[in-house]
């Protein structure tokens, strides 16, 4: 297939910037449509929009994981992804026959990936290889459970107890249902990967939530929504004006 138009998923500049460089200098005939620089917008584009010949789009976004695109829309389109994700990430991104470039992009790595993709046929592109990297991302068993030092000992909670998550001073916090707090060892961002998206929202960079512990959505200032958590008061827990629309969704479905 010809590339000549491509979508730009960054929501760093100076990334965005660098990708419209690299590939104007590749290939002047190719046409920038959009940068895009979170979720939202996104999907929001491609329901609106027919699509590129080529996506070329961040994993890691400002209101989340840029998979939460493939998970709400169907992209017909090939996508290379760029990424800062660790060796086993992108060996499952490679199984699947996903093209992916380490940042920061370099012009011979996009020079390649574009003279591959132009050997390919848009019906190739198909929508399985997406699926397998969605399935690694969000794997069918997702966690049920913690193991966490005691005394001398271990002690085990059920993550169906637990309200939410929380990050301060480093550390990720699960407030249970009971009101107490334990501490846990994986990152908010590890977390987003072992819990189900179905049931638990990643509605800030410090919180994660479960969709049993909201009480109610509140409007706030500029677009945004405060979630009230149920027999939790004292807990303030905002959603961006650009993800508020997401969680809308997730709690209608």
């Known amino acids: 297939m010809s590339i000549t138009n491509v979508l730009i998923i960054e929501d760093e500049k100076l990334n965005a910037d660098r990708l419209k460089r690299l590939l104007k200098e590749i290939k002047p005939s190719i046409q920038?449509?959009?940068v895009l620089d979170n979720i939202a917008d996104s999907i929001t584009w491609f329901q609106s929009n027919e699509s590129p010949d080529l996506v070329m789009m961040d994993i890691r976004l400002s209101d989340g994981l840029s998979f939460e695109i493939l998970e709400s829309i169907k992209i017909d389109c090939p996508i290379i992804f760029t990424t800062?994700?660790?060796?086993?990430a992108v060996r499952a991104f490679?199984?699947?026959?996903?093209?992916?470039l380490l940042k920061p992009v370099e012009k011979k790595e996009l020079e390649n990936a574009l003279v591959k993709l132009d050997g390919l046929q848009l019906q190739q592109m198909s929508q399985a290889p997406i699926q397998g990297l969605l399935d690694f991302i969000y794997p069918k068993d997702f966690r049920t459970r913690f193991l966490l030092p005691y005394k001398d000992g271990y002690k085990t909670i059920l993550v169906e107890d637990i309200q939410y998550f929380y990050s301060e001073f480093k550390l990720t916090h699960a407030?249970?249902?009971c009101g107490t707090v334990e501490i846990v060892p994986q990152t908010l961002e590890e977390l987003e990967q072992q819990l189900n998206p179905k049931v638990f929202f990643r509605a800030n960079r410090q919180f994660?939530?479960?969709?049993?512990?909201?009480?109610?959505?509140?409007?706030?200032?500029?677009?945004k929504l405060k979630i009230e958590i149920k027999h939790s008061?004292?807990?303030?827990?905002?959603?961006s004006r650009e993800k508020a629309q997401l969680l809308k969704n997730w709690l209608d479905y």
């Open 32 to 34: 920038i449509l959009d």
């Open 84 to 88: 800062a994700f660790d060796e086993y």
């Open 94 to 100: 490679k199984f699947n026959s996903i093209d992916y």
């Open 175 to 177: 407030k249970l249902k």
């Open 208 to 223: 994660i939530v479960h969709i049993d512990a909201i009480k109610r959505l509140h409007n706030h200032f500029n677009g």
């Open 233 to 239: 008061e004292d807990v303030e827990i905002l959603v």
